[in-house]
């Protein structure tokens, strides 16, 4: 790790988190920012490894750091970091390519511990953002199928999701699958990069069918 | 749309055949009752000696001149200036004397008329001077008792004043006598009556009608701009009337010249109001008509008057050509114009206008070839009853429209009310939807500023205090605070959904704790319910505190959680190995658990919570909820 953006406008709650991730990753450079203007522009000049972004912000949403890094610097893992845990306010980061979230009043173990597991490439998933997911893929799988059949869930990835909803944790559903943590883990990745993709698809085609219809 | 096209029902189309019918029943009357010959005990009188008498001279009967009965003043011949002059007519003793009292009966005598019997006056038809009485369709009867008749040379003297052929302006009102019928009084009485209704008493009846109708429809006409044809075809009857009034209006204040005048300009007023009625019957408004027909009848007059008295037979013949022209073209014109929008007054008005057109032609070809005065009577008759059925016709067809006028106005009216009923309706539903909105807007800026604020410092209080109790208490406090969001903009959950969370919390808090959990709960299919989002939070709240008080006071190593639907209630079932809730002194448990609150929320959703703990053996906790209060709740 070596450059991590941080986003976060409460100034006590940001040094609280500094501090956490320094902890993680001992030899990181931060970039701290309070604003969306101004992660904006560290995004256009510095390649980060990671970005912690909370979502409510006094000049706009986290949503679009998350979307922008996702355009100029896919590599870079993105993460939420806020204080909501319902899906309306956590969806649209996901689906602008956020790699999971974490809930800021959680304790300093727990935290550090879901930042590990993050980067290690294992994400969180409520089960009321599986529900949502499922619901998400649902609607597009019909009027789309056609244009766009690398973005559907495998049944895999469906059967995770589906037992993610019904409240089973990750470790859980390796064992009932019979898989490894790790495969499971994949398979939430996977997850988060076809709701990305997904969204993108759907986000040009429309704009390709506003065009259409302004034409 | 043609103005003379309203809807209208089939069963009155036999109305005007109906009418047809009864004139020509009648006509036919007339016609057979003036065909009526006459009685053979009567005589006719057809020689005259005829002399013109100057004033203050007595009659030179030396000078007569023999002329037979009827005798006109008209021009070409000896005797054509206006004067008064005197026949004189042998009345042979009658043969039968036994009667007492005889009749003379003359049929015209234009102007006015007197008459004396072997010198003695029997008759004064009127004045004399002027304004002239006017008589000239009137037939006179005078009473002759038989005290009068000589044995034999019996003389009666007719002294006429009439006008010659020049200044009047019909051949009608031309000085002279007809022949004169003589016979018993009843007999010539019978006749005289049977005469003076078709020559005097119909045309009054038919001037009344006419005028009455005309006044009315002219005011209809008047009213309803839309359908000015109305007002001119009132005009037309109006005009109609005084023309009629020639036939019976005898003592005019005014004298012939000046009467004559206005009876020839009154043609060009009658021409006016016909030609414009069938302009705009037509659906036609040509704007020249408007400015010419006016100006033409004060043009005709004007020419009269120029041209002098001595030549208004002439110029208003003229001028009559000219009318009829007109006229003509504007029937011409309107059967044109019906036939191109296949109007259905197409067939009915061109038998009316034809009928009315020969019935004109008959009495001026009668007039003009001085045939039997009883042609001329009927067919004077026949325009004044057409004008009087077209003029039925059209009051219909007015209230015919009138009459769906008014049908669709209701219908409008009904449809105005039902559109307002709707309007109301769709206010009142979105105000309803409004307030819905406003109140969900609303609801939302309080959780956005919940979190915003109060979940900023609360963030704040958690992560900076040194106190770990402040710490936890304040995180509690976030967790409260994201519920209360959650219960005050949240929309129903499903039971199923609600499950799921509970179970993840659970189930990963218990073995962050080192916790063993198991977690029981029905299968997706038994489970069709929702939870309104208040008893979502509530149970939430209250497995949440149960979990906690699991992990930080029992110290047990297992707990189960047995999620059952049973009876329409929803049950909770939460059971611990560890070491049981201290019971205080007065029995009750403690406090410090949060056992109270746990009842207490149980409470606001009509279910209950007991607890039941004993140390040592661990503690149960059953939530029961009914279902169907809650399954509904916004």
């Known amino acids: 790790m070596n450059n991590i953006l941080l986003l976060e406008d409460l100034p006590e709650i940001r040094a609280w988190l500094k501090s956490l991730v320094l902890q993680v990753f001992p030899t990181a450079r931060i970039i701290e920012c309070s604003r969306v203007q101004d992660a904006l522009l560290q995004v256009q000049s510095v390649r980060f490894d990671l970005a912690l972004c909370d979502l409510g912000l006094p000049d706009g949403s986290g949503t679009d750091v998350v979307a922008k890094l996702r ?19 956590l969806f ?7 790699y999971g979230y974490i809930l800021k009043e959680q304790s300093r173990e727990l935290i550090t511990e879901q930042l590990q597991r993050i980067s290690q490439g294992e994400p969180p998933l409520s089960p009321s953002i599986a529900r949502k997911v499922i619901k998400y893929f649902a609607s597009m799988a ?9 973005v559907s869930l495998t049944d895999r990835e469906s059967e995770v999701l589906l037992r993610v909803a019904k409240g089973f944790t990750l470790p859980e559903i390796g064992v009932q699958l019979g898989l490894s943590r790790h495969t499971i883990a994949d398979y939430v990745k996977q997850i988060y990069r076809k709701l990305n993709v997904s969204s993108r698809a759907e986000a040009a085609l429309e704009a390709q069918r506003l065009g259409l219809f302004r034409r | 749309m043609h103005p003379a096209c309203p809807p209208r029902r089939p069963s009155p189309a036999a109305w005007p055949r109906l009418a047809g019918w009864w004139c020509w029943l009648l006509l036919c009357c007339a016609a057979v009752t003036l065909a009526l010959p006459a009685q053979a005990q009567t005589m006719w009188l057809d020689r005259a000696q005829l002399v013109t008498e100057a004033p203050g001279q007595p009659p030179d ?25 005197l026949y004189r007519l042998a009345l042979p003793t009658p043969a039968f004397t036994s009667n007492p009292l005889f009749g003379l009966y003359v049929e015209q005598a234009c102007s006015v008329l007197q008459v004396r019997l072997n010198g003695q006056l029997i008759h004064d038809g009127g004045r004399f001077e002027e304004p002239v009485t006017r008589n000239c369709h009137r037939p006179q009867l005078m009473a002759v008792p038989a005290a009068l008749l000589r044995a034999h040379g019996n003389v009666l003297e007719l002294r006429i004043r009439g006008y010659a052929l020049a200044e009047v302006s019909s051949r009608q009102r031309v000085g002279g006598l007809s022949a004169v019928e003589f016979g018993p009084y009843d007999v010539m009485a019978a006749h005289h009556a049977r005469r003076l209704v078709f020559a005097i008493r119909l045309p009054e009846v038919m001037s009344g009608a006419l005028l009455l109708m005309g006044s009315f429809m002219f005011v209809m006409g008047w009213f309803h701009r839309e359908q000015s044809y109305l007002a001119y075809f009132g005009a037309l009857m109006v005009g109609w009337a005084l023309l009629l009034a020639r036939l019976w209006a005898a003592d005019l204040p005014v004298d012939n010249q000046v009467t004559e005048l206005a009876l020839a300009s009154l043609m060009a007023f009658i021409t006016l109001a016909a030609v414009q009625f069938l302009m705009r019957y037509a659906g036609r408004r040509p704007q020249g008509l408007r400015i010419a027909l006016p100006a033409q009848c004060l043009l005709m007059p004007l020419t009269l008057v120029v041209a002098g008295p001595g030549r ?3 110029v208003s013949g003229v001028w009559f050509v000219l009318l009829a022209a007109q006229v003509l073209a504007a029937a011409v014109f309107y059967l044109a114009e019906a036939r191109r929008q296949h109007s259905r007054q197409l067939w009915p008005m061109a038998t009316l206008l034809g009928v009315v057109g020969l019935a004109l032609l008959v009495e001026f070809t009668a007039q003009a070839l001085r045939l039997d005065s009883r042609i001329g009577y009927v067919a004077q008759l026949v325009p004044a009853l057409g004008f009087l059925l077209l003029g039925l016709r059209l009051v219909q067809q007015y209230g015919r429209a009138f009459q769906s006028a008014e049908q669709s106005r209701a219908e409008l009216e009904v449809r105005i009310r039902e559109a307002t009923a709707q309007i109301e309706r769709n206010f009142a539903q979105l105000s309803e939807l409004k307030v819905e909105q406003v109140t969900d807007r609303e609801r939302k800026r309080i959780a956005a500023d919940l979190h915003d604020d109060l979940g900023a410092k609360l963030l704040t209080i958690v992560h900076t205090s040194d106190s770990e109790r402040i710490s936890t208490l304040a995180r509690e406090a976030l967790e409260e605070m994201r519920l209360s969001v959650r219960g005050l903009t949240g929309k129903p959950v499903k039971l199923i959904d609600a499950l799921g969370d509970w179970r993840a919390e659970v189930v990963s808090r218990l073995n962050q704790s080192g916790v063993q959990g198991e977690w029981s709960a029905p299968s997706d ?4 319910q929702t939870l309104s989002s208040r008893a979502y939070v509530q149970t939430t709240r209250i497995l949440r505190e149960a979990v906690s008080n699991i992990i930080k006071h029992s110290g047990a190593s297992q707990c189960s959680v047995r999620c059952m639907l049973a009876d329409g209630d929803f049950q909770l079932v939460i059971q611990d190995n560890g070491k049981g809730i201290p019971t205080e002194l007065d029995g ?16 606001q959703l009509q279910g209950q919570c007991l607890v039941e703990s004993s140390p040592g053996y661990g503690t149960v906790i059953r939530l029961t909820l009914p279902l169907e209060r809650h399954t509904t709740m916004g």
């Open chain 1, 71 to 89: 355009d100029v610097q896919p590599e870079a893992q993105s993460v939420v970091v806020t204080i909501h845990d319902d899906d309306e306010h």
């Open chain 1, 92 to 98: 649209p980061a996901l689906q602008a390519g956020a």
């Open chain 1, 142 to 150: 019909k009027p789309q199928a056609n244009a766009m059949p690398e």
């Open chain 2, 61 to 85: 009967w030396a000078g007569a001149r023999s002329v037979a009965l009827p005798h006109a003043w008209d021009s070409g011949q000896p005797d054509s200036r206006s004067a008064v002059r």
């Open chain 2, 312 to 314: 208004l037979y002439t």
């Open chain 2, 525 to 528: 299919e038994e489970v069709p």
């Open chain 2, 588 to 603: 009750r448990l403690d406090k410090g658990h949060g056992m109270a609150s746990m009842k207490g929320r149980a409470k």
